[in-house]
């Protein structure tokens, strides 16, 4: 792997670490920020039933394959990030274990931070293909 994308790869991975502790968005509720910071919404939001949590897993198969084709981890990763901009579509998500639902009222900043560790994990594999000359297979 050529130093660039894989740079690149780091950098996608700390943006996503980073959003687990911001604020992804902000609901009709007494407390705004209940399920907001980023953990939150990644260690909880499958139960909403929200395709943009599909996001995340799309996003780890997307890590994982990079080492072995550049091809796939990019295609994953603009899956996940299409998947994850479906969440504008999102007029309410629940708010607590009861299923208790409330309007999504803001995207708060760890949403775009979200975003974009998608958008650089696309280019890292962009990257990884233009250095290696279009091949797709690993080198041995």
Known sequence: MQMAPRLLLGIALALFLACLFMDGFYTATANPRDWSPGWGALTAGWMSGALAWWANPVLLASWLGFPFSKIVSAILALGSLALALSFFGTESVMVNSAGTVAAVTGIG?????????????????LAGLASRGGKTTMKT
Do not use: E, F, H, Q
Not at 109 to 125: C, D, E, N, Q
């Open 109 to 125: 900043p760890g949403y775009w931070v979200w975003l974009a560790s998608m958008v650089v994990t696309i280019l890292a594999a």
